[in-house]
Each structure stands twice: as C-alpha cells, then as structure tokens.
C-alpha cells in the first residue's frame, strides 16, 4: 500500500487534501512524468518537491526551496508519498490538521529521469533528473547524505544553460502561484 502512511498521518473527515484511490501495486518503470513543487507556509516555511513515480508523488520537503545556483545545496527531506490528484492541490489545509497552512502550485511540469527508472535512482541514493517546468528548468540532481538522519538528502541543481548564480533567488523573484496567481 503506496499510500498508507499518507493515510495514516490524516483525518480524511477533517482535512481538505485529496484522497486518491491506491495506485496499483505493479505499474511500469517510471521514465518521465509529472512534477509539481508546491510552496507551504506550515509550522515552517518549505516547499514540497513532487515527482512522479510508480502511480504516486514521491515527495521531498525542502525548507529553502530550490535553487538555479549549482552551489547551493539544499536541504531535501523525504517525505511520504502523495496521491497523483496533488498535482492540482492548491487549498488552505486547516490549522490543526496535518501540515496545517497555505499551501500554493509554485510550479508544475514534466520531470525526465536521466540515469534509469526513477524507482531505481531512488533506490540507489540518487536521482538525476531534467525538469520542464514554469520556473524549474533543466537538470537538477537529489542525493542522499551518507551517514545522515534517515530521510536527509541534498538537493541542488547542475550546471548546465539554466543554472544562475547570486541574487536574486528564484524562489523570492517568482513567489507566485502558476495557478491561481496568488502568494501564499
Ligand atoms: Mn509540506
């Protein structure tokens, strides 16, 4: 069950997030899919890179959001995975629930895995990937930090036409939602 911790960390009679049926057990090795990262004003400020994998979100929590600076690398919690119908969430989650707070579509797209199926980069600590999405552009890798917390990754992106140093960072220069326009 791909999404039991999902469930197990919400109240579906008490939050508004989606809860998408279970993807089924064997789908095919994901190559390309969708992206999307929200940004989420919860207890803390992060936003929530998704990647599509194996029928549901992988998801990583990254506190100071993603960067075009190839030295900036940046903290990337995993996180449990996420129904597909979170591609499109965008709500205020009520106070109290899980990740209570503003959460808003910061950007949305098509992620390529460069190195194999993504389920296999995972499973090996690293993903290289290649997004084409309104703000996240071109090739960023995920890394697992050896001999850190479970969970702890590194996230930053690679040098290549859509890297960018100094300020400002991408993250205050669009702050906006793709979707509705709004701030969170
Ligand atoms: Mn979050």
């Known amino acids: 069950m791909k999404l039991a911790e999902y469930r197990k960390k919400r109240d579906p009679t008490a939050t508004n997030e989606p809860f998408g049926p279970e993807p089924p057990a064997e789908v095919a090795p994901t190559l390309v899919g969708a992206f999307v990262i929200h940004q989420h004003a919860a207890t803390r400020m992060h936003w929530d890179v998704r990647l599509e994998m194996g029928g549901v979100l992988c998801s990583?929590?990254?506190?100071?959001?993603?960067?075009l600076d190839p030295a900036e690398k940046r903290l990337a919690v995993h996180t449990e995975?996420?129904?597909?119908?979170?591609?499109?969430?965008?709500?205020?989650i009520p106070e109290g629930q899980y990740g209570g707070g503003p959460m808003i579509v910061w950007d949305r797209g098509r992620v390529r895995y460069l190195e194999g199926p993504a389920e296999e980069e995972l499973a090996r600590g690293k993903l290289d990937l290649e997004f084409e999405g309104m703000k996240?552009?071109?090739?960023?890798?995920?890394v697992k930090i050896?001999?850190?917390?479970?969970?702890?990754?590194?996230?930053?992106?690679?040098?290549?036409?859509?890297?960018?140093?100094?300020?400002?960072?991408?993250?205050?220069?669009?702050?906006?939602?793709?979707?509705?326009g709004l701030t969170v």
Not at 60 to 67: E, K, L, N
Not at 84 to 92: S, T
Not at 136 to 142: D, I, N, S
Request: no cysteine; net charge negative; hydrophobic share 40%.
């Open 60 to 67: 990583f929590a990254v506190p100071r959001g993603p960067s």
């Open 81 to 92: 995975d996420h129904p597909l119908e979170y591609l499109d969430f965008e709500a205020v």
């Open 136 to 142: 996240t552009r071109g090739r960023f890798a995920f």
């Open 146 to 180: 050896k001999n850190a917390k479970e969970n702890e990754w590194l996230f930053f992106k690679k040098q290549d036409a859509f890297a960018r140093a100094g300020e400002p960072e991408l993250v205050d220069d669009k702050p906006r939602s793709i979707l509705s």
